[in-house]
């Protein structure tokens, strides 16, 4: 949206004329006369300006330049959006410089020179902040550029683009104005594109861009080149805080991207203008040095004739591919492919360039590390390796974690993803793609799935009992939650598609229909969700399979061999034990008891459990349930043959199994034979004004022990039969939720003595190695890890409640506000997603340093969705834990992330 011209200017006049101090350097200069920035850090310079320094440094055709520092930017906002003291007087330093290099003048009438400003952040930001082309033309500038050039179509055209960008970035102009004068021109002298404008109608154009302006901002275009200068930097500083880069940085933080979210500001870049626009023998392209789609060793990119750099990244006209390049200008595009492998034998690593060809003459003005999907981060890590260029270790630190989803979920093609039709946004808490039709209940949706087709469940929230329907659809979006409510955790255990807390959506259970921006769907309707990007779009978007190559398993192997930490996965049946298991999990760290209940055969037998009157009632149903747990921990250790399993025993409350909607409560009650005032009564009698702090984990078993007892004989049982078949099962029993030692010692005592029972009853005289253990999720359990460990085989980390009750926040209504909390930088990145190292990393490390104290040898591990974040890995590698546990579909990223933390450590 444009600013209004009395907006612009009460902005400027609220400013305090007092300038910020001056820091000690703020402008370093890069040029064939002296390069000052080679060797410095990209937190200082960004990103852009140390390549600028670093490709001059080595003899790249750069045009000269200077960069203004990030601490500028910083002490810009710290001082009321004031320049600092002397900045100007640093960039007219570099400016003489730049003149006397290249024998023009800034502002000159004869031969000018002109400039290019540009952001730089540390972290690349594509596209988010403002850059300023043509600067330092005037109506005189522009006579003279076009004497000097001889070239009066290219000099009128360059100005035009100057007053559209200048009013458009400094300005806030409105943009569509501009298109309207050039439409009219266009229309005027009867052509379609912009090149076929004759230098007579640019002439015209720059007349009407200039009534254009100051029309809306109520001032003349500047015809001061340094006004055009300072008022540019300042836009650039000023686009740091704008929405669309407030937005990148906050999704990145959320998605774990620490490192930008501490960033202070962006750099500027000052430099000299080359031109893609002064005819057929000039041009300007953008590639990347490797396919960054595939990884294939092959310059990917495009290039214009006769136009400049905006041209291509605009789309204004359709580009062509450099390896067409050579049929235009040999000479060029063989020097740019020597320069291509120049930049990655000098930063051993793919690189993203921008170039100008200036009447036959290249020039490059950017190089970064380029931007990849996991799939081809992971080939162009290998095959860096057999060239030669790194070594395994620097591919294994060179993949990122994160990126490795890529290799695993399917995904939307590029070309159909870019025409899909967005709806709206939310979390993205599961990656993948999802496709199909809506459905409203989880009874529906197993209908629905059981008849063939693909569904989507929405849901405002999930919970336990929408768990078949969770299992039936291929994706989840919920209205209301964060990345760690039910709906997230359970979908990333299951390689599920989720998208979560997607406010915009509105949903009309009764009516089986969403509204979204004022869009209505039924569930006859099909959408798409990129769990990836947190996007919901209506259609049928085409989805594409991943590929695992030999490439993907050779990097795992690395990784293995650098590893010092285990990898376990959460896995609560057999099929998720042996998908993990194919992933490279060590073991199982977290089996989630609760899950095994709510299939259709075993709901039944636990809410008649659940509506007992008495023990000898509990007893009875919980004897009909301990088939099925038998069985399914009998493959589970089946699956998991020869490596550790810790079963969580029963720990969310029991009302959870129980419907609380009457038309559901009424069939139960038919079900069980009962009236449904009974179950009314007992859900009442149940509930909790805060059920996560309420009656479950650990406390159910101390007023049910009997749910304990037979959880445990299914345990000992399955283990008894795995081994008449010489199947190696290592079971490991945690109790959940245990706050205090007096806890733990009274549970342990009825899990040893039920399990002496168990063996004697099935006359087992062999050894049952089974340990017995903890999950710490309550602070007060790390305050007294050492009282606790007295009871304990080990200890799992459950970061998940422990975040939650350390800050306070629910995570299943933290979406509400944490976006907020992002942006104003309360917490860097989201807590339940990446572990808050300063304070529940410190519990943590107080847990291990107390247990540990007491049992030297403790095993210790984690087992909450931080398990699976690479930072958090990192963190628990330093802490010196023996394992991380995480979804099935995480283990990989888990396995490359603990052998990163191991090799960052070493160091």
Not at 26 to 33: L, R, W
Request: glycine share 8%; aromatic share 6%.
């Amino acid at each position: 949206m444009a600013k209004s011209t009395k907006a612009v200017k009460s902005t400027r006049a609220a400013k305090s004329t007092k300038a910020a101090a001056k820091p000690d350097k703020m402008v370093y200069y890069f040029g064939k006369s002296k390069t000052e920035g080679k060797g410095l850090a990209k937190t200082l310079l960004g990103g852009k300006g140390v390549n600028l320094a670093e490709m001059t440094s080595i003899g790249l055709p750069v045009p000269p330049g200077f960069t203004i520092t990030t601490e500028v930017c910083g002490d810009y906002y710290k001082h009321g959006k004031q320049l600092p003291k002397g900045l100007m007087e640093e960039c007219h330093d570099a400016i003489a410089q730049l003149e006397q290099e290249l024998g023009k003048k800034f502002g000159d009438n004869d031969n000018p020179l002109l400039v290019s400003v540009r952001s730089g952040a540390a972290v690349s930001m594509p596209g988010m902040m403002n850059t300023i082309l043509n600067l330092g033309l005037n109506d005189a500038a522009t006579e003279g550029l076009a004497k000097a050039t001889k070239n009066e179509r290219f000099a009128y055209d360059a100005y035009r683009r100057l007053i559209n960008m200048y009013g458009d970035v400094v300005m806030g102009l409105s943009h569509h104005s501009f298109e309207e004068a050039f439409d009219k021109i266009k229309k005027k002298y009867k052509v379609t594109e912009d090149t076929e404008v004759p230098a007579e109608g640019l002439k015209e154009l720059c007349e009407a861009y200039k009534d254009v302006y100051k029309k809306s901002a109520g001032e003349d275009f500047p015809q001061d080149p340094i006004k055009q200068l300072q008022l540019a930097i300042e836009s650039v500083f000023g686009s740091w805080h704008a929405d669309r880069a407030i937005s990148y940085r906050r999704i990145e933080a959320a998605k774990g991207n620490t490192e930008i979210a501490n960033l202070i500001g962006t750099a500027v870049n000052v430099q000299a203008m080359v031109y893609g626009n002064m005819g057929d023998d000039s041009g300007t392209g953008v590639g990347f040095t490797r396919d960054p789609n595939t990884g294939l060793n092959k310059f990917y990119g495009e290039f214009l004739i006769n136009a400049q750099g905006e041209d291509v990244v605009a789309g204004i006209r359709t580009p062509q591919p450099v390896a067409e390049m050579g049929k235009w200008d040999k000479a060029a595009h063989k020097e740019l492919m020597e320069i291509k492998d120049k930049l990655e034998t000098h930063y051993k690593e793919m690189q993203d360039i921008e170039f100008t060809i200036e009447k036959g003459k290249l020039y490059m003005l950017q190089t970064r590390t380029g931007k990849r999907n996991g799939i081809a981060a992971v080939k162009i890590a290998c095959d860096m390796v057999k060239e030669g260029l790194i070594t395994e270790k620097e591919a294994v630190l060179r993949v990122p974690a994160s990126d490795l989803t890529h290799c695993l979920l399917p995904s939307f093609k590029p070309t159909a993803r870019n025409a899909a039709d967005v709806l709206c946004r939310g979390l993205n808490a599961s990656p993948g793609a999802a496709v199909g039709k809506l459905v409203f209940t989880a009874v529906e949706a197993r209908e629905r799935f059981e008849a063939g087709e693909d569904v989507i469940l929405v849901r405002r929230e999930t919970s336990p009992e929408d768990v078949e329907g969770m299992s039936a659809a291929v994706g989840i979006l919920t209205s209301t939650g964060g990345a760690t409510s039910h709906a997230a955790v359970v979908a990333r255990g299951w390689g599920k598609c989720c998208v979560a807390g997607a406010s915009d959506v509105e949903i009309n259970e009764k009516a089986k229909t969403i509204t979204v921006n004022g869009r209505k769907f039924t569930n006859k309707d099909t959408i798409s969700l990129d769990g990836t990007t947190g996007e919901v779009m209506a259609g049928e978007v085409e989805t594409q399979e991943p590929k695992l190559s030999g490439d993907f398993a050779k990097l795992m192997e690395w990784a293995d061999k650098y590893r010092t930490m285990k990898i376990r996965t959460n896995a609560d049946s057999p099929a998720d034990a042996k998908r993990a298991r194919e992933f490279g999990a060590e073991g199982i760290g977290l089996c989630r008891t609760e899950h095994m209940f709510f299939e259709a055969d075993r709901i039944i037998h636990m809410r008649s459990m659940i509506l007992a009157d008495d023990e000898t009632d509990r007893r009875a149903a919980l004897k009909k349930l301990l088939p099925f747990q038998r069985k399914d921990f009998e493959g589970i250790f089946k699956a998991m043959a020869g490596l550790p399993v810790t079963i969580r025993l029963l720990d969310p409350p029991l009302h959870e199994f129980l419907p609380h909607e009457a038309a559901a409560q009424k069939d139960m009650a038919t079900e069980l034979g009962v009236k449904p005032a009974d179950i009314k009564k007992r859900s009442e009698a149940l509930h909790e004004s805060n059920p996560m702090l309420g009656h479950r984990g650990c406390r159910l078993s101390v007023t049910y022990p009997e749910i304990l007892e037979m959880q445990v004989q299914a345990i000992v049982e399955a283990a008894i039969i795995c081994a008449k078949k010489n199947i190696d099962a290592q079971p490991e029993i945690m109790i959940p939720l245990v706050g205090t030692a007096a806890e733990l010692r009274i549970l342990r005592a009825k899990v040893e003595e039920t399990i002496e029972v168990t063996k004697a009853a099935k006359k087992h005289e062999g050894e049952l190695k089974i340990l017995i253990g903890t999950m710490i999720e309550i602070p007060r359990a790390c305050l007294t890890a050492n009282e606790v460990a007295e009871y304990a085989d080990f200890f799992s980390f459950g970061t998940n409640d422990l975040t939650q009750m350390t800050f306070g926040y629910s995570r299943d209504d933290v979406g509400g506000f944490l976006p907020d909390y992002i942006e104003h930088k309360i917490v860097p990145v989201d807590p339940f997603q990446s572990l808050d190292q300063a304070g529940v990393g410190q519990l943590v490390e107080m847990g291990v340093t107390k247990g540990r104290s007491v049992k030297s040898k403790l095993k210790i591990g984690i087992c909450g969705e931080h398990g699976g974040d690479p930072s958090s890995i990192g963190f628990c590698n330093s802490t010196g834990l023996d394992y991380v546990s995480c979804s099935p579909f995480r283990v990989p990223i888990a396995r490359l992330a603990a052998a990163q933390a191991a090799l960052k450590q070493a160091k």
